[in-house]
């Protein structure tokens, strides 16, 4: 975060000081994912062996996806369990839960509404973190985030991956400077989403996790097995790669040797990072990294449109409006 300048965000970071030596009142948007069920076991049961301190969900509000599946079966169970086990209140419209929360997750399984409904939230002042994919579309995103710099709210989104422990040594110099890297994910699709964005977002978050930003241009291709094979060229001449597989894996080869990353190392970690981000404003990861990780994926899909071509980063940004 910048330094505070501004009224507004001398005033956010005053509250800041009191939320992080209180306990948060936290509250969820879209209860289509077992990621509600998750953070909110985490947070609020101290018997819980991954147990975080700081915050408690004492909000929701249902939200669901009527045209895809895995949300529309999901809402009903989840904001039962959520009500029944831990005593979350549920509410008509995000307008009236943001008036009783401190800071919110956003949890829709489905990235389309996400610009909708993190819009009432950022109108709020109340920090945002927002679960993968942070929308279904880079435009969307960007516009979230200029949102969000418009009204000084801080924002940010991030796969669980990225604080898988190895991938953050790497990150942080573990093999010096990452020359290349190889992730591998799942990458379910979705007929509402670029392909990557569903799923696949998981071992893309990885891979920009040791890389870091700089992707300059990406070719999009397949594996021996039919597999999607997605390869990055960033500054320098450093390579990237993401593959689709059963497993969450990779390694990064750096100055000073090579690493495994992209191992899935639980929730516990994101959540950790967001409890930290909520309590002072300050996000772990860049809107630029994100915007750069989204232009990634809708960059795989331009590629795969024309045959796999190679599709300049530049281009798709453009095209989204930055």
Known sequence: MKTLRTPALLAFALASLSLSAAELRLGLIGLDTSHVMA??????????????????VVAAFKGGSPDIEVSRTRVEGY???????????LYDTIEEMVKHVDAVFLESVDGRPHLAQARPVILAGKPLFIDKPMAASLKDALEIFRLAKEHQVPVFSSSSLRFGKNTQAVRGGA???????????????????????????????????????????????????????????????????????????GTAKGEKGEMAIGAYDGYAPLVVEAIKFFQTGIAPVSAAETIEILAFMEAADASK????????LADVMKKAGR
């Open 175 to 249: 093999v010096g400077m990452v020359l290349s890297a190889e992730t591998t994910s799942p990458a379910s699709l979705n007929e509402f989403h670029p392909d990557l964005f569903w799923y696949g977002v998981h071992g893309v978050e990885s891979l920009f996790t040791v890389m870091g930003t700089g992707c300059e241009s990406v070719r999009r291709g397949t594996t021996a097995d039919g597999k999607i094979e997605v390869v990055g060229t960033w500054k320098g001449g450093r390579t990237g790669t993401f593959r689709e597989a059963k497993g969450y894996t």
């Open 39 to 56: 953070f909110t076991g985490i947070l609020n049961d101290p018997k819980n062996k991954a147990h975080i301190e700081g915050g408690t």
């Open 305 to 312: 449109r024309e045959g796999g071509k190679e599709v300049k």
């Open 79 to 89: 904001a039962k369990d959520l009500s029944e086990k831990y005593g979350v209140k």
